[in-house]
């Protein structure tokens, strides 16, 4: 979605280049027209990148940032789009150049689509995006994922990661904890029998 949505903006003197590992994935994004151009290489996908969108689940972002840190050129702005921020800033530090600038991102659509093919450059308008300013990162970083915010359609509201992680685990895991919580107090009642068929 990110992919379609910059590529309608019609950027001037912008390519919008995908990588994955997967070739799968990359035949979708070609199929769908959401890059410039997808590679499985990722040396090649970063080369000469002024702006690095890191989509990935959480699991597999400490791995891709050991890979990717040490071939990023100086001046580069590393951003991502997870649920948490405190771990991923240790990472940041820990695996990217002084010269490179992370700041997070975390895209608020209205709707996730389920599938890749269900993309969609729409789901970012009048949407919130979190921005997330690490410690180090300069003033231009955070201006250019402010900007990519803006482009996507979206709001920039700017937290810090603390802030950030503890709102997400609050909207995000509560309800699935309250829940979880929830059966298993009905499920262990003695009504439990006759309860269920109105579960």
């Given at each position: 979605s990110?992919?379609?949505?910059?590529?309608?903006a019609?950027?001037?003197?912008?390519?919008?280049?995908?990588?994955?590992?997967?070739?799968?994935?990359?035949?979708?994004?070609?199929?769908?027209?959401?890059?410039?151009?997808?590679?499985g290489?990722?040396?090649?996908?970063?080369?000469g990148?002024?702006?690095?969108?890191?989509?990935?689940?959480?699991?597999?972002l400490?791995?891709?940032?050991?890979?990717?840190?040490?071939?990023l050129?100086?001046?580069?702005?590393?951003?991502?789009?997870?649920?948490a921020?405190?771990?991923?800033?240790?990472?940041?530090?820990?695996?990217?150049?002084?010269?490179?600038?992370?700041?997070?991102?975390?895209?608020?659509?209205?709707?996730?689509?389920?599938?890749?093919?269900?993309?969609?450059?729409?789901?970012?308008?009048?949407?919130?995006?979190?921005?997330?300013?690490?410690?180090?990162?300069?003033?231009?970083?955070?201006?250019t994922?402010?900007?990519?915010?803006?482009t996507?359609?979206?709001?920039?509201?700017?937290?810090?990661?603390?802030?950030?992680?503890?709102?997400a685990?609050?909207?995000?895991?509560?309800?699935?904890?309250?829940?979880?919580?929830?059966?298993?107090?009905?499920?262990?009642?003695?009504?439990?029998?006759?309860?269920?068929?109105?579960?």
């Open positions: 990110i992919g379609l949505a910059l590529k309608r019609n950027l001037r003197d912008t390519e919008v280049v995908g990588s994955s590992g997967d070739r799968n994935t990359l035949s979708t994004l070609s199929k769908m027209e959401a890059m410039d151009s997808t590679t290489n990722l040396r090649a996908a970063v080369n990148a002024q702006l690095v969108i890191l989509d990935v689940p959480i699991s597999e400490k791995d891709l940032l050991e890979h990717v840190g040490p071939i050129e100086d001046g580069c702005v590393v951003t991502d789009t997870g649920t921020k405190l771990r991923v800033l240790e990472w940041m530090e820990e695996y990217l150049p002084s010269g490179v600038n992370y700041v997070g991102g975390h895209p608020l659509p209205r709707e996730v689509p389920r599938e890749m093919s269900d993309a969609s450059p729409r789901i970012f308008e009048d949407a919130h995006y979190c921005v997330i300013p690490s410690r180090s990162a300069n003033q231009e970083s955070v201006k994922i402010v900007g990519l915010a803006e996507l359609g979206a709001k920039p509201i700017f937290l810090d990661p603390h802030e950030h992680d503890s709102y685990a609050a909207m995000m895991n509560l309800p699935t904890i309250i829940s979880a919580a929830f059966v298993n107090a009905t499920a262990g009642s003695a009504g439990w029998r006759e309860m269920h068929r109105l579960a």
